[in-house]
């Protein structure tokens, strides 16, 4: 009998869905080995808990240096590993940045995905393991939406270039399915958030700000367009989706989504209601915060999800900013004493 552990490759590592991920993973028993690129800085602090040994003297998660930028590097590392399966979560994946650094964007979040199915369909040439991809497809290739709620046969028609690099690399995603016959799966995902969420994204920013707020480390925030809707999940409950997609027989495409939809607006009457708070009386509207092109409606018909995959998300909405808001109370405690005792040392 084969005990070998299945083995499992995760770019995006270090960002909220690949520490989502990999804790499923581990739970799991696979071996998961992450791309982790360089800064001056070390960027583990989502993962950290999964760094060391386990109970029996093995490490199920094993960090690599590298880059979405360097096909070598990535070429390399497949063939070291020669993992079971693929999750491609690595990104530029900031849409207000993508305006911003949108050569970037192209490089990074559409490029690298054709560089690592190179090195994907590499492997299975020279040894013939057949490898099993999954690609971070995103609700944001609607964009200005062609018919609501958005399913599978949508036509895209992205508004930022993040966006457009999604749309790429979805494509050549499937390109590489047809053309190579490749176990390759896109999940067309709609937003999701958790309280590792990055504090940039509007979900986050909104509850780290209202508990800072209730706390008096600081009085306002200032948001763009509070009428933009989206489709918000929790990162736990759609991570498994991506995981139930390589466990099929046959890979496809699949909308991943709540199927439920709330503005900007909402989310921030929630999560100052949730505290005792009147957003009314702390958010104001910066102009800076606008997008050149928006996305003002984003609602998921996951329907294909749930009856091929048996997936359906567990949080809703209510409970989702609660969970955020709570979490980011105790970071707002903390960061609150600290400064107390700071005060009076
Ligand atoms: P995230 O928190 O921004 O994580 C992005 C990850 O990509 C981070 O680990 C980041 O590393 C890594 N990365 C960025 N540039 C890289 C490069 N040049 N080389 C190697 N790694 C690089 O994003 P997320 O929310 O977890 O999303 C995961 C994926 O799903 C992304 O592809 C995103 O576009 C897509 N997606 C997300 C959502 C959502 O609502 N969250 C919805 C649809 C699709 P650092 O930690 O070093 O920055
Ligand atoms: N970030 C941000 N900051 N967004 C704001 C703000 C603000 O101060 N004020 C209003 N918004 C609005 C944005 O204009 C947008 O309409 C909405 O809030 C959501 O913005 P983000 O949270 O930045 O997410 P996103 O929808 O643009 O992109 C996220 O979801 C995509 C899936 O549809 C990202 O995670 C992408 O990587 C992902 O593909």
């Not at 770019?11 to 028993?29: N, P």
């Not at 053309?179 to 990055?198: D, T």
Request: hydrophobic share 35%.
């Amino acid at each position: 009998m084969n005990h070998e552990p299945r083995r499992a490759f995760v770019t995006g590592i270090t960002g909220q869905d690949g520490s989502y991920l990999a804790e499923l993973l581990t739970g799991k028993g696979y071996e998961v080995h992450g791309l982790m690129r360089r800064s001056s800085t070390f960027g583990t602090r989502r993962i950290e808990h999964l760094c060391g040994d386990d109970a029996a003297g093995r490490r199920p998660l094993r960090l690599h240096d590298g880059d979405m930028s360097d096909a070598n590097c990535l070429v390399r590392l497949i063939r070291e590993i020669q993992p079971h399966e693929v999750y491609n979560l690595a990104a530029q994946s900031q849409v207000r940045v993508s305006f911003d650094q949108p050569t970037y964007t192209a490089d990074v979040t559409a490029i690298g995905a054709l560089r690592l199915l190179e090195a994907v369909r590499d492997l299975q040439d020279s040894v013939g393991t057949p490898v099993r991809y999954y690609q971070a497809s995103s609700s944001e290739m609607f964009g200005e939406v062609a018919e609501t709620p958005q399913r599978e046969s949508t036509p895209f028609h992205p508004r930022s270039p993040y966006g457009v690099a999604k749309v790429y690399a979805h494509w050549i995603t499937v390109n590489y399915r047809e053309s190579y016959g490749l176990h390759a799966s896109c999940g067309i995902l709609f937003n999701h958030e958790s309280p590792r969420r990055g504090e940039t994204f509007v979900t986050r920013k909104i509850t780290r700000a209202a508990t800072r707020i209730k706390l008096g480390l600081q009085e306002k925030v200032l948001l763009g367009n509070l009428e933009a809707r989206r489709d918000w999940g929790f990162a736990g409950d759609f991570v498994e989706a991506m995981w139930l997609m390589l466990q099929q027989d046959d890979p496809g495409d699949f909308v991943v989504a709540t199927d439920e939809t709330h503005s900007v607006r909402e989310f921030c009457e929630e999560a100052f209601g949730r505290l005792g708070l009147d957003y009314r009386d702390h958010v104001a509207i910066d102009p800076r915060y606008f997008r050149p092109a928006e996305v003002d409606l984003m609602l998921g018909d996951s329907s294909r999800a749930r009856r091929r995959l048996g997936w359906r998300p567990r949080v809703g909405f209510r409970e989702l900013v609660a969970m955020m808001v709570d979490a980011d109370l105790e970071l707002a405690r903390r960061e609150a004493e600290t400064r107390h005792a700071d005060q009076h040392r």
